[in-house]
């Protein structure tokens, strides 16, 4: 099976813009996770996405969302671009399997910098 | 009461060696605990994980070891060699239900070196 695919790779914005990020998950996979990952704060988890409903919410002010289309395909978006957004930004499918919790695979990210 | 807490910050080990590596939680609903391997420019390669019903997990040379009553777990690489430098994360989640299972939280990493 393929993996978890991330577009694009590598994005350039400058403050006040906004930006649109997709993951495609592992074939078969509902749940779709997104993160951001920084130096100074490590991973954090920003939103889940399972049968195109949010069901998770990290700690992130509003300018961060996302979607989830019929097909598990996600996007996130982030508007209004602040110099710290810069990160590299993970998506993360996985399979439940009730009673055995939810391995999660990682894309390779995009790395969003802001200037 | 979400935090996950890793450490070291960075172990430098001879090839051979055992690294150890440990994580402390303080929410004890969380119950399923993956380890993370990452490189430089790719994302986070899931390891192993434990559920805190076993005390102890093995997959080829990567042992977790769980201690439920002080809230603790940690990561025993055996035989390290030096491909196995990396950054190591320990992560946690929650799941009722199979609910919370799409948010990891994550401890602050560990970076390894394997010399030769």
């Known amino acids: 099976k393929a993996g978890v695919t991330q577009t694009p790779r590598y994005l350039i914005k400058t403050r006040g813009q906004q930006v649109t990020l997709s993951c495609s998950p592992i074939s078969g996979h509902r749940s779709v996770s997104w993160y951001q990952q920084t130096p100074g704060q490590g991973l954090q988890f920003l939103f889940e996405y399972f049968s195109e409903t949010q069901r998770n919410k990290g700690n992130f002010p509003g300018r961060f969302s996302g979607r989830q289309f019929s097909n598990s395909r996600s996007e996130m978006n982030v508007s209004t671009l602040e110099l710290g957004d810069s990160a590299l930004y993970l998506c993360?499918?996985?399979?439940?399997?009730?009673?055995?919790?939810?391995?999660?695979?990682f894309g390779p990210g995009t790395r969003l910098l802001v200037l | 009461q979400q935090q996950v807490k890793q450490s070291p910050q960075s172990l430098i080990v001879q090839k051979g060696g055992i690294p150890i590596i440990n994580c402390a939680y303080e929410n004890t609903a969380f119950d399923y605990f993956p380890w993370y391997q990452q490189f430089p420019g790719k994302g986070p390669a899931l390891l192993i994980a434990?559920?805190?019903?076993?005390s102890e997990k093995k997959e080829g040379r990567f042992t977790i070891s769980f201690n439920k009553s002080a809230k603790q777990f940690s990561l025993h690489i055996m035989d390290s060699q030096p491909g196995d430098s990396a950054t190591y994360f320990c992560?946690?989640?929650?799941?009722?239900?199979?609910?919370?299972?799409?948010?990891?939280?994550f401890g602050q990493g560990t970076i390894l070196t394997v010399h030769p």
């Open positions: 993360a499918s996985s399979l439940e399997i009730r009673g055995q919790g939810a391995a999660q695979y």
């Open positions: 992560a946690a989640s929650s799941g009722p239900g199979g609910t919370s299972y799409g948010k990891l939280t």
């Open positions: 434990i559920r805190p019903d076993v």
